[in-house]
């Protein structure tokens, strides 16, 4: 049995990046996790209201989705720049060591959000073969309003591997209702107009009503 | 007056790639021009009746653009690696002398269509600016079916420039229906679904309806 | 009218880039604004006099450009990377809401010069059209004596936008020559030769007298 | 059952770039297919005597491979750029029509030979989904003496795929020896010490004693 | 007579990355230096043992490459991203500026371990050629378990310099065995195994029997 | 003693690119040698008066240079496409395998120019070093109207090697105006004012008056 991880630097980013493929791994029998770098604190300023408007919705969410184990790191977001990157690697490390997973979803290297910055580079340190046997595939997903604002001339997210979620496709959509306050009408890029269109285009690269698509960093088979 | 000229490899490559932003460029006033650069022929293999209905096609789209004018350059499809670049480069050089366009639309470099990458070599060949003065402004274009089939590993299309064509978009879409051998229902790359989604998407990262972008390879101020 | 906005990390930053282009815009009616991000201060070694120097400095400077305003940060020169990110960002999107600019010219991101790369990452995380819908246009510059000591592996500055600059180009050697202390004789890179060469050279690639260069990250038209 | 194809530009290029794949596909049950792009022809000086052995050779290592087939497209070797690119690709393509390959293992882009180049050309534009729905799986291998003297700065081979042939390596290093005539001893590239050291490194990048290594250039799940 | 430094973020990274090299350059009159960026501290979890182990190491290794010097910095292994750039760059100047040294061997930019790439950016912002004219050659190296996993999708070590190291090799494994905690067996990567296979694999690139390969970033001639 | 071949598409180009290096490895006592890879020829519409202008000006120039030998290829000028691939590899090969040249100097890959494309290839296949063991150290040159002309998005000219021409400097520019007919006043690309503005921009990165600049593909040592 697969174990599959989507290391989610904000909730909604696992559902926005790969979604469709979580629960296309589960109904095909996989084991799913969710980490969750980054949460909201008082003391950064947001208020008691917003604070549990957004652990119902992981709750929900994680529900929905039929998550193993949600893995909140409880990093402060936007301030992943100011954790020691030691503190956020041996968070990361220990709960691939607890749950060994064999599949990793990671955020873009070159997302325009530090924290996505931060995260990827601390999950992916801990994925050498030798330390972490379990790991045997790495990939990066894309999540509207972040990786399609990276930088042009970094290099885009150019995506080689593209996974059929046509039959999964109205759950993904439905779970992110759950995220209300996240997402508005296009022309904002985390609309459920423009997520659709995401989904028909990766579709049309691969020959499927609808699609997610991923740079694979490394598969051992 | 700007003058702004399009190099379509094969005819539907310019509504694909640019037809907003040139519908909104005369628009806005400037002349437009469409340089096809193959055509089919007897003798390689296409019929009496697809060629003519090719002619109509071109005629039909040259009106609903109001282009200045058509430049035919006669090439074979699908074999312009046969031809000696100095002839492709001769013809190519020979439109710019004559209508000495400011802005130019060129095919993506990687598009996965080797008369795309043979138009694109021997047209950016003639951009320099102390034999081609009028030049100021040059584009790369995405077209659906060959810029989305791009080899990932020689990197992929990320856009630098984005032009809002919410008022044109309608009108791209009538000339596209010009074309209806070209078109088929999505999952195909060039389906009505997958066109309207690329502008939704280009327009998500412009802050606008419909957008069309591209890659500025060199603009002189 | 259009609003524009340059990034220097340290003063004369904005003249080495885009000096010749501030200047010309200003002379087409633009509205110029100068972002200082740094500062110098007693407390990081500084002497008074090396403090007050650098002050008039940015006064006759700004003067002389006829800056709209000039928006000093005051953060630690050669110590960015110890402040946290959030902060810069904070601080550089408060001017950017306040003053709501057109265009940007940011540093380039590979300069050599650390401060250079956490104050191009911090702004341009600022550039998000939903969040930032007055920016339209994005460059990155080249300042003599980072840009060319940028690492050669990571990828150089290779410009996709030229900017005459011939009519402008004397004023800018004028205000080169306030900040004395920060240029020396040829084969210093930071030298009138040097600054003349390049100007001669980019506009060598751009069909005039003197050009400055830029890399082009994204426009909306 | 997985239907699998190498496209070897000249016989031992299956084997060195993907020899314990095949087998190692095959032992799990695939049909595995090899397509040779070139031919030695008396008109283009080689003697009979080298033609019969290899034709021994090829032989000799379809049958120790078990492949299902062995596709000789016969074109002319070191002269594949004078082959128009649609002969090479309709050749290719029938070949992929009729055998509707799952996946295919194509030689690496920058390979210093230029026949590599362009049977990498030609077999990846025979490669989109909608005319090719069959190929699910698209790899690039690395072929030692040609990948390793790609020119360094076009960017070198970087895997993302790595295959465990512990259990397969000796039956490689056994048809490595039919083509006896390509080894030579070490220094030389393709020497049986050359060939170990690269599967014990791949090897100790993926956790298993011998690897071969891919990129993944595109998948369909 | 030339001076070489070798910047070793821990101690090994000097011999695993060009211990063959630094002992030619000195069997050829170069005089040799060590810096080593970090060291082990028992308030980061060290044990005395471990410590002391590690500087008898350090000790019997210098003595075995006959240094001229060992530059121990001392900063916390692991932790250098919380270190101040200023201080470690300040840190490192010191010594370029005490000892001048013309080469200088730095660890690959993408090694996957952090303290590698902070190491690197500081050490690389210390070679202005106004600032450091001693310095004419700097190489980046590759560092096994580091560099092999480095991010695939970021740009792999692709070598465009090799040094024949036949002569040096059987003391450059015997240097390694001195870091016996260091080296596990195969398939681990920092086998002896490994380092011989790089080593040959090197060789065949370069016509040699042993060899360990670079990549200049620049060379002032 | 050191064996230096420059392969000049275009007389012209080897003065451009290289002309101070080879001065200085001539008075440093190395053997230079001139490959032209093009000429003019009447049946291409070349006057007489054109060829032998230009046959007067490699022999005037052969003579300043104190070149051993002129290796005149002959290849038809812009037509470089339309020769087989393995006929001008053969004749590259020849001059090679005659002279065994310890250095070259090649082209830069991304020219605008096809024939500089197509020369490139075609001698960087003639380097590896089980074939052509002499050859130690490959680089590519800068050519002013060609390499500032290169397409922006495949990547520039970012050099990794400086040489010092400040004693030569005076006989480049002499040599340069033996080609009186290929230079004009600037902003033309090749002006006495752009070739002396490039060699100081590379003398400021280099730390001397005057540099050529380089991009080392591989060296062994």
Redesign the interface.
Known sequence: MQKVLVVAVHPDDETLGCGGTLLRLRDEGAEIHWMIVTSMEEKNGFSKDVISRREYEVDRVAEMYGFSEVHSLGFPT??L??V???ELVNSISAVFKKIQPNQLFLPF?ND???DHQYAF?AA??C????RY?SIRKIM?MET??ET??A??????????????ISKQFDRKMQILKVYESELKP????R?A??I???A??R???????YAESF???????
């Open positions: 936007t301030h720049d100011e020691p990157l030691s290297h325009v959000h530090s580079a992916y340190s994925t050498k073969i030798f046997p990066m509207l309003s399609d604002f930088e042009s001339s970094r290099g885009g997210f150019v995506p080689n591997m593209f996974v059929d296009h022309p904002f890029p609309s107009k423009s659709e269109c995401l028909i285009l579709g049309a690269a691969a020959g499927c009503i740079v694979l960093l490394k598969e051992l088979l």
